[in-house]
């Protein structure tokens, strides 16, 4: 298989770049060892389009944060994604803690993030009537905006490939294959060989290994989990925009949120482990998270708790992100440790890399513009949010969106048909696309009819439709031969 890139990983960073390079003619292979996308940080982490004042003045992150967050804003529209521009509230209750709203205020004015302001807690109490008594002021970040995780990547992706770019999923990248010389060769995967004259690494929670590949071992990945609660959607309103507690030495402290589909959500937890692929939630991550919740929202109603999830940033020693072309191997770019405000800034990462990549590598690829390059994707259609008239004009055009399948999210079976043929193969990639599954019953209802659907489309057996792939499978046998087999063995 032969390309002109391989981009190892395809999360938000991944994606991004992938859509970024397919403005020029190249042959582009993303992939990634996941069954369905989002898979890592992407996937599980607070959704939060940054305003800008977070992040130290000169940093990696300051450089990429608020042009990231403009671009979202113009690419909500252009690749059809969700993204509640409701502003952010950064909250203090103490005289100490208004100081460092000071701080970070001048940190957003250094930054460039537009309209950042201080404003008392009465004018945030009226805003957000729910918010504790005892904030005394609070740092306003008008352009701060909430995501739908799930649908961003998915388009980001969408975009790439519409655009000629490659996915391979299930394509786990074991090495970096080099030439005589020692450069880039390629990637060496389980499902063989990629050569390409050019490597990124946007391997997440992974990419402190995959530069290791290539002899760079200059940072180390530290991961770190973040644990989350979050709600079921008849929360709708009790908040309505993105409540920070004053940061700390270790990190941006519990939040609490409402998701950019109205389910409201507190975490995260920042607890240093050694597994990058540990996402098991705690009793006492979750017990720290409900103490942040409810000191910023003392009614937080956990009674409504839908499910809990956890994340695991791509922490690095230095704090910030790690991107870089490696002087040798020639041919070899990191976008490594890309923790928050990595989802904010994946989008003027991918800008980056793209001028980045032409700059430095115009002896190994050619560059000829894309005239064909189409920057609109539409989304599956979103019934749930649709007036009586259109899901009816629609059920009309195609009788399988009059089918509900998912009853808590109002998910129908062409949305599910349409996911399928843009290429889920698993219940989860189902999910992740439509948000069937992600409701009050997580699943419990619309799990089996998905997996029929699944079944019958892709021409697999019951027992064959997994959950997220490799061994997660749903069905085992029959419960009678199951039991005969029992028998058996009993009588044997
Ligand atoms: C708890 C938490 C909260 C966060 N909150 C925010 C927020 O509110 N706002 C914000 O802007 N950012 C936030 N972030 C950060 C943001 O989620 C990340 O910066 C961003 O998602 C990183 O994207 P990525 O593509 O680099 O990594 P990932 O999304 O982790 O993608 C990496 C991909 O690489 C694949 N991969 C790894 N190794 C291999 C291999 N060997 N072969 C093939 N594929 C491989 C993985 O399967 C994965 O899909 C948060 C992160 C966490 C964990």
Redesign the pocket.
């Known amino acids: 298989m032969n390309y002109d890139v391989v981009i ?8 991004s770049i992938a859509r970024e390079l397919s403005r020029y003619k190249l042959k582009i292979a993303v ?4 069954s369905e ?14 305003g800008g004042f977070d992040d130290k003045p000169g940093s990696v992150k300051a450089k990429f944060c608020v042009p990231g967050n403009k671009l979202w804003h113009k690419l909500k529209d252009e690749l059809d994604v969700h993204l509640d521009e409701c502003g952010s509230y950064v909250c203090a209750f103490s005289d100490d803690e208004v100081r460092h709203l000071e701080t970070l205020l001048a940190q957003g004015k250094a930054n460039g993030a537009p309209g950042v302001a201080i404003i008392s807690g009465d004018e945030l109490r009226s805003k957000e009537p729910n918010v504790s008594p005892e904030i005394v002021a609070a740092l306003w970040s008008p352009e701060a905006g909430i995501i739908n995780n799930f649908e961003a990547v998915n388009a980001m992706i969408e975009s790439a490939r519409i655009n000629g770019a490659e996915l391979f999923l299930e ?4 090495g970096l294959m080099l030439d005589d010389k020692g450069d880039v060769r390629g990637v060496s ?1 389980d499902k063989g060989e990629f050569s390409a004259p050019v490597v990124i690494n ?6 402190g290994e ?1 530069a290791s590949w290539a002899g760079d071992n200059s940072f180390r990945i530290i991961p ?3 644990e ?1 609660f979050l709600l079921d959607r008849a929360t709708k309103g009790f908040i309505h925009s993105f409540l920070f507690s004053c940061p700390s030495k270790a990190g941006k402290g519990i939040t609490v949120l409402q998701t950019a589909e109205g389910n409201l959500m507190s ?2 937890t920042a607890t240093e482990q050694d597994d990058p692929e540990d996402r098991s939630t705690t009793p006492e991550g979750l017990a720290e998270v409900l103490k942040g919740a409810r000191r910023l929202v003392p009614n937080f109603p956990v009674n409504m708790n839908i499910t809990t999830f ?5 922490n690095t020693e230095s704090g910030d992100f790690e991107i870089s072309v490696l002087a040798k191997p020639r041919g070899f770019v990191n ?1 490594a440790g ?9 989008p003027a990462i991918a800008e980056y890399i793209s001028g980045l990549v032409r700059e430095e590598f115009a002896d190994r690829l050619t560059f000829t513009p894309n005239e064909k390059f189409i920057p609109e994707r539409t989304n599956i259609p979103r019934f749930l949010y649709m007036d009586m008239d259109a899901r009816k004009a629609l059920a009309e055009k195609d009788p399988a969106y009059a089918q509900i399948v998912c009853r808590c999210e109002t998910v129908t079976e062409g949305q599910v048909l349409e996911a399928i043929r843009r290429g889920a193969r698993t219940v989860s990639a189902v999910k992740m696309m439509t948000r069937a599954g992600t409701g009050r019953c997580q699943g419990g209802f619309c799990c089996p009819r998905v997996a029929e659907i699944l079944s019958r489309e892709l021409g697999l057996s019951l027992d064959e439709v997994t959950r997220h792939g490799g061994k997660s499978k749903l069905l085992v046998g029959k419960t009678k031969e199951f039991l005969l087999k029992k028998e058996g063995v009993r009588h044997e």
């Open positions: 190892i990983g395809s999360g938000i960073v991944g994606a992939i990634d060892k996941a996308l989002p898979a890592g940080a992407s996937r599980a982490n607070s959704s939060m389009i940054h394509t786990r990248a074991l995967t946007a391997g997440g929670v992974h990419s995959i770190t989990k973040g989350y975490g995260p956890a994340g695991v940033r791509a976008v890309i923790k928050s405000p990595g989802f904010t800034s994946a």
